[in-house]
């Protein structure tokens, strides 16, 4: 007899869950059925794979089997996963988690271009801060992430641009009469809200400015609206206050050295489904012939 991969995951699932009859039922077999399986396996094994008929602890050996069995197991079925993320490839799916900013000054144009020669494709995009992208790539909820992003391994990082920071306020504040001449130290003693880009910021003037802030919003529009009622000022990329309404007011720093850089993350190209594929070689193309969306400073 040889080992099959269903004794695997019958094996499998009674020592995750401790009985036959919930094993049983998160696998949508008998509870005799199962227990036919796992006799059949430890005969081939030729030793008990559990300390007593509750299949509630597993022998010293049991232990070892079922590290490499659960191994097997999950790598069937990320095979399986993967084989059916090609077939939902092929009717034209893709998945897209981006920042706001990126959202509505950059995807808009990439998009449009991406559809013009990819009309099946059906497209998922969700805008949310760069560590809940973080977290839909690594949970394999995403097939793209556009954000603020570190190097994850096993996955593929691209640089579009990056950008300058700056302050945004209400262009009734006083900071705005002398932004031209706008430093760190000449800021005050201003109400900072804090945001998670801040972190990016290591020019040691803001670093002191950033330990008085009392006040932390991940959310962009969360974050303007407390700017536009006055709670305070906060500290942005240019790009992700491009649209911003007349109330407000960006003001660069003559001393900031830090830039917001923005990458394109993504499983390797060799795993990837087509259609993200596709979406990399849009932007890629864009990017060369400079038709990919620029900032009113320009992108670096």
């Known amino acids: 007899m040889t080992i099959k991969l269903e004794m695997l995951k019958y094996f499998v699932a009674v020592a995750q869950h401790g009985s036959l009859s919930d094993a049983a039922d ?3 077999r008998t509870p005799s059925a199962v227990s036919m399986m796992l006799k059949q396996f430890e005969v081939h094994i030729g030793a008990p794979l559990f300390e007593t008929a509750r ?3 597993l022998t010293p050996l049991g232990e070892m089997v079922f590290e490499e069995a659960r191994r097997e197991v999950g790598h069937f079925e990320n095979t399986v996963s993967v084989i059916e993320g090609i077939s939902r490839a092929e009717m034209g799916y893709l998945r897209l988690a981006v920042t706001p900013s990126i959202a509505t000054a950059i995807l808009p144009k990439v998009i449009h ?3 013009a020669h990819h009309p099946k494709v059906q497209i998922d995009i969700r805008d949310m801060d760069s560590e809940a992208i973080a977290r839909e790539l690594l949970r394999g909820r995403a097939d793209i992430g556009i954000g603020s992003l570190p190097q994850f391994e096993g996955m593929a990082r691209q640089e579009l641009f990056s950008d300058a920071f700056g302050v945004v306020c209400r262009k009734d504040d006083l900071l705005a009469r002398d932004w031209p001449q706008l430093t760190w130290t000449k800021m005050g003693k201003v109400n900072l809200i804090a945001n ?10 803001f670093v002191q400015l950033l330990t008085t802030s009392r006040l932390r919003v991940p ?3 969360t974050l303007l609206g ?3 009622e006055g709670v305070g000022i906060t ?3 240019r790009l992700a206050v491009s649209g911003l309404v007349d109330d407000l007011a960006f003001l660069p720093l003559t001393d900031v050295t830090a830039r917001r850089s923005v990458f394109m993350v993504s499983a390797p190209k060799n795993i990837l489904m087509p259609p993200a594929k596709a979406f990399q070689a ?3 193309k864009m990017m060369r012939d400079g038709s990919f969306p620029q900032t009113s400073e320009g992108l670096k």
Not at 196 to 205: A, K, M, N, R, S
């Open 55 to 57: 299949k509630s602890r």
């Open 219 to 221: 959310n962009t529009t």
């Open 196 to 205: 998670g880009l801040c972190e990016q910021i290591t020019d040691p003037g």
């Open 226 to 228: 407390l700017v536009r």
């Open 282 to 284: 849009t932007i890629t």
């Open 113 to 115: 271009e991406f559809t």
């Open 235 to 237: 500290i942005l990329p």
């Open 26 to 28: 998160a696998l949508g």
